[in-house]
């Protein structure tokens, strides 16, 4: 049986090409995520450009994947991290 607090995530790392990483809360990751899925619409993967919808797409994003290669030497990676109190 899966444990819930699984998927309850506090925060992510997000790292780019060339700048420093950066902590971001869900929605902050998604408004990023979205951002970055309407500049690069026809950059992205297949399988999120079948998606319909870009807050669809971001959200399978979230889910599925943790890095995006849009460019020759440009990455984007997140990573969902707990914090500690």
């Not at 790392?13 to 970055?36: C, G, N, S, W, Y």
């Not at 990455?75 to 969902?80: D, R, V």
Request: glycine share 2%; aromatic share 12%; net charge negative.
């Amino acid at each position: 049986m899966t444990d819930s607090l699984m998927f309850n995530n506090e925060a992510y790392v997000f790292l780019e090409t060339d700048r420093p990483e950066q902590l971001f809360t869900p929605a902050e990751m998604f408004a990023k995520l979205k951002e970055i899925a309407i500049a690069s619409a026809d950059d992205l993967p297949l399988d999120v450009q079948e998606i319909t919808g870009v807050d669809q797409q971001v959200q399978y994003m979230i889910d599925t994947i943790c890095e995006l290669h849009l460019a020759p030497g440009e990455y984007f990676q997140w990573y969902a991290v707990r914090l500690e109190k």
